[in-house]
T-cell receptor, first 113, second 110 residues
């Protein structure tokens, strides 16, 4: 198994541009999570899906952020418009369900200049 | 949400056991304790989890006190590659949510 696959690994964009981060979970995992990590705030849960349905998006910072999971093998996190304070490492993780551990991807390092 | 308290940092000599403590005094009866670690710039890695009983796998052992208010992660023979930030997390109720705290930075030295 290739694990959780995130793309791109690095993204540099200008303030105001739209950014789309992508995630392919492990096949058979029915829960998917998006986290953001910064030095100041640590690892923050942004949103999670169960069976492709968003369950809890209370961690999404504001309306500029949106996440979708159109099918069991793909999810996107979009920021529009991007701002310098969005600079962080964004992790995607998947899990086969409650009482199991998550598997994290390698992350996308986003820099907004 | 049950909070966890961990020391900010710890040191351990290579080859010795690393014992990482965690307090979770407000844990509820159906909440699991999870341990993850994060090696610099990588995604967090699952280590082990448990509810009431002690657990062991190829990576570590998890000792949970009888009152479940604290636990200890044991790396039996620490190596330099075990240098990482270790997170103790209590899963939120019956949901899948894992809320990460600040963790313990473990430094294994030669």
């Amino acid at each position: 198994d290739a694990g959780v696959i995130q793309s791109p690994r690095h993204e540099v964009t200008e303030m105001g541009q739209e950014v789309t981060l992508r995630c392919k979970p492990i096949s058979g995992h029915n829960s998917l999570f998006w986290y953001r990590q910064t030095m100041m705030r640590g690892l923050e849960l942004l949103i999670y899906f169960n069976n492709n349905v968003p369950i809890d998006d209370s961690g999404m910072p504001e309306d500029r952020f949106s996440a979708k999971m159109p099918n069991a093998s793909f999810s996107t996190l979009k920021i529009q418009p991007s701002e310098p304070r969005d600079s962080a490492v964004y992790f995607c993780a998947s899990s086969p369900g409650t009482a199991y551990g998550y598997t994290f991807g390698s992350g996308t390092r986003l820099t907004v200049v | 949400d049950a909070k966890t308290t961990q020391p900010t940092s710890m040191d351990c000599a290579e080859g010795r056991a690393a014992n990482l403590p965690c307090n979770h005094s407000t844990i509820s009866g159906n909440e699991y304790v999870y341990w993850y670690r994060q090696i610099h710039s990588q995604g967090p890695q699952y280590i082990i989890h448990g509810l009431k009983n002690n657990e062991t796998n190829e990576m570590a052992s998890l000792i949970i006190t009888e009152d479940r208010k604290s636990s200890t992660l044991i790396l039996p023979h620490a190596t330099l590659r075990d240098t990482a930030v270790y997170y103790c997390i209590v899963r939120v109720g019956s949901t899948d949510k894992l809320i990460f705290g600040t963790g313990t930075r473990l430094q294994v030295f030669p």
